[in-house]
């Protein structure tokens, strides 16, 4: 019933993103989801991914009182299986996926479904 109010705030965030990086760096998902690629950007900024993610983060927040999420990893997939299964589960709500992380951390986490398209 207030679908508007989720566009507004969804074009928002948007927004944030833009501030640091360009739209053709910005692949949206679904309407509360996007992946960044930010590799262009992390000599710029002097930041490594994850302190870039957690910046936007913040600005998100500061921007909208909407608290958000992250998942960054070594490619879409990794970085998409850091946000579901890990970041929402973290204080901070930012998590970090390389090959080997994600056989130490997930190589045996179950249900498979809890997966991308699995």
Request: net charge negative; proline share 3%; hydrophobic share 45%.
């Amino acid at each position: 019933p207030r679908m508007q109010l989720y566009i507004d705030y969804a074009a928002e965030i948007y927004g944030v993103y833009l501030k640091y990086i360009a739209k053709e760096d910005i692949q949206v998902y679904s309407i509360d989801e996007a992946f960044l690629d930010v590799t262009d950007y992390l000599h710029l900024y002097q930041m490594t991914a994850v302190e870039l993610g957690r910046k936007i983060m913040q600005d998100i927040l500061a921007t909208t009182k909407i608290p958000a999420a992250c998942g960054v990893g070594t490619n879409l997939y990794l970085a998409k299986v850091a946000l579901d299964i890990m970041a929402k589960h973290e204080t901070d709500r930012i998590a970090y996926l390389d090959e080997a992380r994600y056989r130490e951390k997930l190589w045996k986490h179950k249900p498979l479904t809890d997966f991308w398209r699995v």
